[in-house]
């Protein structure tokens, strides 16, 4: 069975500072990875993907992630943050077989301040 | 398209009550799954289906009961409810091979 470990449950930053959020992964087979973010009180939106090729993904609103097969690990990133990136964001990790049963880390609280 | 809707969005039972969460999607998504949040436990898969008349169980399927009897509704059932279910509860659905689930809004609820 496969997990998630998400180590920050909170990370603090100024506006326009660079951030990054941090996931590790562990499983036997190989695995589909995600991040998602969560705005209040609203359902989960897919930020970018890692299904195969280059392990820099680029996703929505100038994230990017960069999948770490050694170190399983699928970092998230942004160079510049905006108020309106505070969020919850949620690593998540899928097996490439069998149904898509999404495990998901227990998220990181994304606080911009001014 | 609407994607993915939840009703209702604020609930409150008391112990014992029973009640239907229920979801639909309007994509043709074959799959369908369902999902409760819990402050600093992410989200945990309930139940899921992979297509009309065909469902399995997830992480945390104790206390609730699923079926498909068309690929747009996935109601989820809470047979008797508990204080440990208060939660938020997510409805998603997905397609193929993309792997991009699409989330309902969400129902918030709550047992006293």
């Known amino acids: 069975a496969q997990s998630v470990t998400q180590l920050d449950s909170q990370v603090p930053v100024f506006e326009e500072a660079p951030v990054e959020l941090r996931c590790n992964y562990s499983?036997?087979?190989?695995?589909?990875l995600f991040w998602y973010v969560q705005y209040p009180n609203q359902g989960l939106q897919l930020l970018l993907k890692?299904?195969?090729?280059?392990?820099l993904v680029k996703g929505i609103n100038g994230f990017e992630a960069e999948f770490n097969k050694s170190q399983t690990s699928f970092h998230l990133r942004k160079p510049s943050v905006h108020i309106s990136d505070t969020a919850e964001y949620f690593c998540?990790?899928?097996?490439?077989?069998?149904?898509?049963?999404?495990?998901f880390g227990t998220g990181t609280r994304l606080l911009v301040s001014p | 398209n609407a994607g993915v809707t939840q009703t209702p969005k604020f609930q409150v039972l008391k112990t014992g009550q029973s009640m239907t969460l229920q979801c639909a999607q309007d994509?043709?998504?074959?799959?369908m799954s369902w999902y409760r949040q819990d402050p600093g436990m992410g989200l945990r898969l309930i139940h899921y289906?992979?297509?009309?008349?065909?469902?399995d169980q997830g992480e945390v399927p104790n206390g609730y009961n699923v079926s498909r009897s068309t690929t747009e509704d996935f109601p989820l059932r809470l047979l008797s409810a508990a204080p440990s279910q208060t939660s938020v509860y997510f409805c998603?659905?997905?397609?193929?091979?993309?792997?991009?689930?699409?989330f309902g809004p969400g129902t918030r609820l709550t047992v006293t």
């Open positions: 998603a659905s997905s397609y193929g091979r993309s792997y991009e689930q699409y």
């Open positions: 499983s036997s087979v190989s695995v589909y």
């Open positions: 890692y299904l195969s090729g280059s392990t």
């Open positions: 998540a990790v899928i097996q490439n077989t069998g149904f898509q049963k999404l495990v």
């Open positions: 994509m043709n998504h074959e799959y």
């Open positions: 289906s992979v297509g009309a008349g065909i469902t």
